[in-house]
């Protein structure tokens, strides 16, 4: 049987959301917990607690309310383990039952998948092209400013590539009907495009003494239901201070980043950790694939016993073929091009921030994808939900 993965949300989720609310003073509680997919009183608490921990209020530390638990489950053994042997020991038994018969402590319950969020409105882009149509020549037409002033409680703008098809898809969204063609031509005359990707440095390492698992996927990333085909990989940030290490899993079908973890190190625990969360949160059934390179990390032995606990398969592509593993890559492509190299980072946290951001407030639930119809993931899983519930 599978390990029970307890909370859907990692401590590095929690903690990431908490820092993003102190480094964002200007954004209420309220939106950031809609851009995140989360509840606001969830993302007060967190940073309540974090608060409680830093020494800021009065409370139970992170610390102490973990001893709290573990005293409460260990007083809750002692007592059923009591109650068993009064009955065991009560003369009037009429037969001998053995303590393990009757001792069954259920741990943790069915977990819930996380509710897709409903995309917000991005009318950022909306905006700057109007900007653009009010210095057109007459011949253009002017777009729909109606569908521009009926939310003035704008979210942050989306970074990101602002390619033609992408904008074009935002304006359809809201409302704006209008040719690609007219949108690339308004961007071309604002002379705005899209960002040019860079090289990519060598991060996979390999050792002779490798558990190797075959490829089970052959370069065939079509996936017809989520959580069946997990992609993984791992890349790098530069910053003043030193590299930061992203690990990153990705489910092929709805192209939603389900599990991620950063570190300053390469070593196993930050694939364990991002497979960590990607379980916690979508609890998938045995027999999903999960793919990678053949990294070190990932042919560690820690590394497929986790796997081989929640009955999850290894696939791994051939050495030095990127196309074996081309979704995951395009992946970090699209990070890199849209965020990282688009900014300079000062420090390893402000990075972490920036790439929180980025996957759980943007890629998740905004950015359109060509391949999933220009939807964002979190649409794309909810259209699909509602399509299996109507059937």
Not at 233 to 256: P, Q, W
Not at 274 to 292: D, E
Not at 332 to 348: D, G, I
């Amino acid at each position: 049987m599978p390990k029970s993965t307890g909370s859907r949300y990692t401590k590095e989720f929690k903690a990431e959301a908490v820092q993003l609310a102190r480094s964002s003073p200007e954004r209420s509680i309220r939106q950031l917990a809609y851009e995140l997919g989360i509840a606001d009183q969830t993302l007060r608490n967190w940073i309540r607690q974090a608060q409680i921990d830093r020494g800021e209020r009065e409370g139970l530390s992170t610390e102490e309310r973990e001893e709290l638990r573990r005293l409460r489950r260990e007083n809750k053994v002692l007592r059923e383990e009591r109650e068993i042997l009064k009955k065991v020991l009560r003369p009037s038994s009429r037969r001998k039952t053995g303590l393990g018969e009757h001792l069954q402590i259920h741990r943790g319950g069915e977990g819930h998948l996380l509710r897709p969020c409903a995309m917000p409105h991005a009318r950022c882009l909306s905006q700057r092209l109007l900007r653009l149509e009010e210095q057109a020549t007459v011949r253009e037409g002017p777009l729909r400013r109606g569908a521009l002033s009926e939310d003035r409680d704008d979210p942050p703008q989306q970074p990101g590539n602002l390619r033609s098809a992408r904008v074009h898809a935002e304006l359809m969204a809201i409302g704006i009907r209008c040719s690609r063609k007219r949108v690339a031509r308004l961007m071309r005359r604002a002379r705005l495009r899209g960002s040019l990707r860079g090289r990519r440095m060598r991060t996979t390492s390999r050792t002779t003494l490798q558990q190797v698992a075959p490829d089970l996927v052959e370069r065939n990333f079509l996936s017809e239901e989520p959580d069946r085909l997990w992609v993984a990989d791992i890349t790098y940030v530069r910053s003043a201070e030193g590299f930061l290490y992203l690990s990153f899993i990705l489910d092929a079908c709805s192209r939603k980043v389900v599990g991620w973890s950063m570190a300053t190190h390469l070593r196993t625990e930050l694939v364990v950790d991002a497979l960590q969360m990607a379980i916690a949160r979508r609890k998938p059934s045995p027999g999903l694939v999960h793919h990678s390179d053949r990294g070190v990390p990932y042919t560690s032995l820690s590394f497929g016993k986790r796997l081989e606990d929640e009955g999850l398969l290894p696939s791994m592509g051939r050495v030095g073929s990127a196309y074996d593993n081309a979704l995951a890559e395009s992946f970090v492509a699209t990070l890199k091009t849209e965020l990282l190299y688009r900014n300079t980072w000062p420090t390893r946290q402000a990075v972490r921030t920036a790439i929180f951001e980025y996957i759980e407030s943007f890629y998740n639930t905004r950015r359109r994808h060509s391949a999933l119809g220009y939807l964002s993931p979190a649409e794309f899983e909810e259209v699909r939900l509602e399509e299996e519930h109507a059937a």
